[in-house]
């Protein structure tokens, strides 16, 4: 699997405030907005773009656009706090939503909406979610799109665990992620190590 860390000074910055404890809901949501532009600057950066012409005040020269701008697929919660900045990078992008909730028992996804187009076919995805930890919600997640015929899915995450990297691997589906940092790994509770905590509580609230 193709793995892009942006580790950028910039980024880092964004996921120490992210990481630290002390930073209340608003700081965390801005920070992780402003991480979110980092991240989607640069999966965006080899992506084909289509020439048009474009006349300027003083002449005539080449444009240029993305050619086939991705889906967005935010995962809710945590990946709400994603998608307004990257719909803002990419505003000709359409969007899709999954909505899951891990099972802080057996750490499966439970699914509670589901919002995409039928076909995908020749459509790039960027899925949006902060964590992958386990890896089970973003792998329910690409089973998703991939039923629906996506070749080219791009997981845009905050942070990432090694064991969530290996499920993503072994499930072989055609997939790259990028991501700020590569953590060390999972605790008991399936949170990552150091990680920032609880993505959808440190942006919303806890609901438990
Ligand atoms: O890799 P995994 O082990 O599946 O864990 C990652 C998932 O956990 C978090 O969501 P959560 O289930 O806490 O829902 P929330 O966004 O509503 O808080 C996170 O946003 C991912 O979707
Ligand atoms: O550390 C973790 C793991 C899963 N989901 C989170 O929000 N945080
Ligand atoms: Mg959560």
Do not use: W
Not at 138 to 164: F, N, Q, S, W
Not at 179 to 195: K, W
């Amino acid at each position: 699997m193709d793995v892009l860390v942006v580790d950028h000074p910039l980024a880092r910055a964004r996921l120490t405030t992210m990481r630290d404890a002390r930073t209340d809901n608003a700081a965390f949501r801005a920070a992780l907005h402003e991480l979110t532009v980092m991240l989607v600057y640069e999966a965006t950066r080899d992506l084909p773009v289509a020439e048009e012409r474009v006349h300027t005040p003083v002449a005539r020269t080449t444009g240029y656009r993305l050619a086939n701008p991705p889906l967005l697929v935010p995962v809710l919660r945590a990946g709400l706090g994603m998608a307004d900045q990257a719909h803002k990078l990419i505003p000709d992008a359409q969007m899709g939503f999954v909505g899951l909730a891990r099972d802080e028992e057996t750490l499966q996804p439970t699914p509670y909406m589901e919002s995409l187009p039928d076909s995908l076919a020749g459509r790039p995805v960027f899925v949006l979610d902060p964590m992958l930890a386990t890896g089970g919600s973003m792998a329910y997640t690409i089973r998703l799109l991939t039923d629906r015929g996506a070749t080219d899915v791009t997981a845009i995450c905050a942070l990432a665990a090694p064991e969530g990297i290996k499920h993503l691997e072994e499930s072989a589906h055609p997939i790259r992620l990028v991501t700020a940092s590569i953590d060390e790994r999972l605790n008991d509770s399936g949170f990552i190590v150091p990680g920032l905590g609880d993505a959808g509580d440190r942006q919303y609230g806890a609901v438990h």
